[in-house]
């Protein structure tokens, strides 16, 4: 997570169960497999395979969290990010980039763009999981 992140996890974070979840990644088998996963969570979600589509998915399901990857077609997550923060619908919403890129630059980049927390694939799934259902967006 980001130093003076504002997600905030923990004992007063909001539960999370049955949250909306968006995720966007370009590798159809990891994007579907985890969203799988977060269905069997109890959480409902959906998928982007390109950042084009993500965004207008965003519009439309209005996810709690949404889950991008960087290296996206046609529009790159840092993008999506900035798109989706740019409308008032998209300003509470929890975005967290998992990722390939997870030098010091890309991380500081994602903040900068208005990711909340930023992953290096392979992801710890497990943390994962408890990162969306204990997670909540403080907005100042």
Known sequence: MFKDSPVEIGRDAVPAAGRRVLVVDDNGDSADSLAMLLKLDGHETAVAYNGAEAVRM???????????????????GHHVAKLIRAQPWGREMVLIALTGWDQGEDRRRSAETGI???????????ALRKLIRESKRTVS
């Not at 965003?58 to 790159?76: H, Q």
């Open 116 to 126: 909340d927390m930023h992953l290096a694939k392979p992801a710890d799934t497990d």
């Open 58 to 76: 965003a519009e439309s399901f209005r996810p709690d969290v949404a889950i991008l990857d960087i290296g996206l077609p046609i529009l790159t």
